[in-house]
């Protein structure tokens, strides 16, 4: 709105007072509500749910100052107006964004302070601006905005390349819990950028700019309901942990070998959905740092460990089913084999044999 041509159309005055309204009731859905609408089998983060929460009030409290410094405050100053606005956007907006989309890598928790240091030449500049009436504020603004993005994407790219790294060391199951969603939504926050700090007046921008706010609440408040929580420390008080002590401190590694085949090949336990590296190591008597090593060592993550137990176990349930002559889907057999999601089955099965599904039962028929 930094032109406020949407002030005299009707339509968009609705459209800008939905995306407020709808920014609020999901910012308060996510800050009070602990259990998931979307999926009651997942229980996402409790810190997660909160910074959300404050990014989407961010998004109401934007609107809302836009608005007032347009009709009420500061409209015979158009410079004032905008550095106040822009500022408070800057310093709220935008930290709280990269702060959400941190707090969505499970693998550790990463220092928050540097974004608020970042912020800092933010309100001196605005200040100072203020005070002497300075016509390139907005300037400042973005080529040091232009910088701090480009920054904070490359960070976040190696992150999430770390983050992956640790899922599929860790976990057997990945559906929903990979975060190349989490882009799209740094994306769709950056286009918005992009149309505000170009935006000379046209109210088809301003439109759009309404748009894509709208579907960036959407998008948060699923990827927030999707998430579950994946670190130890974010379980505590929501159910029992079991912890073990290594009766040798020194288990060999190549041990474990032996293990896996005993406690989680013989008895089938990799067909358990959601299995992890902890649960398992807790089954062979053993600790995650000894199972990871011993995975490691061969070269391959414990995801790919399960994928091969389960696609292995699909092939023997097809082979035998043939055998007797029995009609079964894929679909039915890779749900037996420790799959919820076809599409990750799929892509496992060609993963590990070469081919899709379709072409190996043609071939083994």
Known sequence: MHEYEGLSDIFFIMLYGGATMMAVLAGLYLWLRSGNAMNSETKSPKGLRRWAAAFLASIAASHVWWALLGTIWLTDDRLIRNIVAITLDRVTFVPLMMCVLLRMLQDRHRPLWPIAVAMVPFFVVAVVAIVIHYDYFEWFVEGY??????????????????????????????EHKELWQSLLL????????????????????????????????????WRVETLQILLPEELEGTEETVETEETEESREVSLIGSLLVQHCEAPKLYLQYDLTLKQLALALGTNRTYLGAYFAARGETYNSYINRLRIDHFIGLYQEAAARGRNVTAQQLSAQSGYRNYTTFSNAFKQRTGQNVTQWIKNNT
């Open 145 to 174: 905005s232009l910088q701090l993005s480009l920054i904070f994407i490359i960070y976040y790219v190696h992150a999430l390349r770390k983050y992956g790294r640790w899922l599929h060391d860790n976990f057997a199951d990945l």
């Open 186 to 221: 740094l994306a769709c926050i950056l286009l918005i950028y992009v149309v505000y700090t170009t935006n000379e007046g046209a109210l088809a921008v301003e439109y759009l700019a309404q748009v894509l706010t709208l579907v960036i609440i959407a998008f948060v408040v």
